[in-house]
């Protein structure tokens, strides 16, 4: 039996310490599985973002471009929240490996998964639109934000538990967030701290390539065809690497998540216990 259980009563540093052990004993196929399933986003996502950018100054097609991009954004979250949480399940069943994983096997969980999670998604997206317009006001925005984290939890709860209610997963959810609110803040800010990181050193090249852009622009090298293409294509690559960093941030959020709720149902309801007790059942 492996010690980086789901199920097992962790402190803070542990659980971040299993995001980061989860990704770097399974990184090769874990990045496989994100490049499988998330790059086609990343590509739609990034296409239109870069769209987007180039042309801004038909109004029409600047508003276009960002309904788009939110669509395919929420779409994509959707998905590496069921990728994640589903690699999670198999490492869990498996003893703590990813051996067997394939994304022809995941594959047939993903569409219906995915569904789910994006409704759970689209059905809370008000009050995550609600926290990010609140974070304008200090006092009231963060304690909004604080009170509304648990939400995050209902994901996890449905795949992994297979609870059909949403109103079910929702008080279970807050149930479980609020035993160890202290907690899930500190967890939640460290790893949003991680992803404004990756999303920083992913979006850097994007700004040089556009101050350069501006640069050459001025000159007479901007009326170069050559210079054109080069331009767009170069635009276009960085853009979707950014898009797929983005993906990969949201992906360690959602890793994060998925093993503190693990931890917080172990110590609030033995759920561990009862895991080792179905896993001795089934060795006699």
């Known amino acids: 039996m492996s010690s980086n259980r789901l199920y097992a009563r962790r402190t803070l540093s542990d659980t971040l310490n299993m995001v980061f052990d989860f990704v770097g004993e399974n990184w090769r196929k874990w990045f496989k599985l994100m490049i499988y399933f998330l790059l086609p986003f990343s590509v739609l996502l990034g296409a239109t973002i870069a769209t987007f950018y180039k042309d801004t100054e038909e ?3 600047s508003t276009m471009g960002y309904v788009v ?18 690699l999670v399940k198999w490492h869990e069943d498996h003893n703590g490996t990813l051996d067997g994983c394939d994304a022809a096997g995941l594959w047939r969980m993903m569409p219906k ?30 304690g909004f934000i604080f009170v509304m984290l648990p939400i995050f939890m209902t994901c996890p709860i449905m795949i992994l538990e297979s609870n059909n209610s949403i109103s079910d997963m929702t008080k279970r ?7 160890k609110w202290g907690t899930f803040i500190l967890i939640a800010v460290v790893m949003v701290l991680v992803a404004v990181l990756i999303n920083n050193a992913a979006t850097f090249p994007l700004g040089l390539f556009k101050a350069f852009e501006s640069l050459f622009e001025k000159s007479t090298t901007a009326d170069s065809m050559l ?3 080069l331009a767009d294509v170069i635009r ?16 360690m959020f959602v890793l994060a998540i998925t093993f503190h709720y693990g ?13 080792d007790i179905d896993d001795f059942a089934k060795l006699k």
């Open 227 to 229: 210079w054109s293409f």
């Open 69 to 86: 991009s939110i669509i395919l954004f929420i779409v994509g979250c959707a998905v590496v929240t069921a990728l994640e949480i589903l």
């Open 173 to 179: 959810a807050f149930s479980l967030g609020f035993k």
């Open 263 to 275: 931890s917080v149902a172990t110590e609030a309801e033995d759920l561990g216990l009862e895991s």
């Open 113 to 142: 998964t995915s569904l789910k999670c994006l409704g759970i998604i689209v059905l809370w997206s008000p009050v995550v639109a609600m926290e990010l317009v609140m974070i304008l006001v200090p006092v009231i925005g963060l």
């Open 59 to 61: 109004f029409t097609m």
């Open 236 to 251: 276009y690559v960085l853009c979707v690497a950014e898009c797929f960093v983005i993906f990969v941030g949201i992906g």
